[in-house]
Nanobody
Framework: VQLQASGGGPVQAGGSLRLSCTAS????????MGWFRQVPGKEREFVGS????????DYSDSVKGRFTISRDNAQNTAYLQMNSVNAEDTAVYYC????????????????????WGQGTQVTVSS
């Protein structure tokens, strides 16, 4: 499966942004989806994950209550809605996919994912 992330850009602190991750080559419904982010000099960090069914979600503590991960399997697209952003959210955001049979599995480590998008830059200004 190939992943294309989009929707990044500049945003004011306190504002909102929605990232999209569109899949091609395979049906997205077969994959657990995740979002990660990375800043220069640091490890890639888990942001959120959504199960194949869309029922189960998990988030890092740093974004819980502000970010929402969702998916539209019919559109082969996953989303990351970012609200109340702050300077610490500035990073390159990556979407990732992992094939799993369980419909409600979520995955939180980079090693769990087999496929990655190219990344989209989010820059929060104060």
């Amino acid at each position: 499966v190939q992943l294309q992330a989009s929707g990044g850009g500049p945003v004011q602190a306190g504002g909102s942004l929605r990232l999209s991750c569109t899949a091609s080559g395979r049906a997205l419904r077969d994959y657990v989806m995740g979002w990660f982010r990375q800043v220069p000099g640091k490890e890639r960090e888990f942001v959120g994950s959504v199960s194949r069914s869309g029922v189960k979600r998990d988030y890092s503590d740093s974004v819980k209550g502000r970010f929402t991960i969702s998916r539209d399997n019919a559109q082969n697209t996953a989303y990351l809605q970012m609200n109340s952003v702050n300077a610490e959210d500035t990073a390159v955001y990556y979407c990732a996919a992992a094939w799993r049979t369980h419909p409600n599995a979520v995955l939180v480590t980079t090693e769990s994912y087999n496929y990655w998008g190219q990344g989209t830059q989010v820059t929060v200004s104060s």
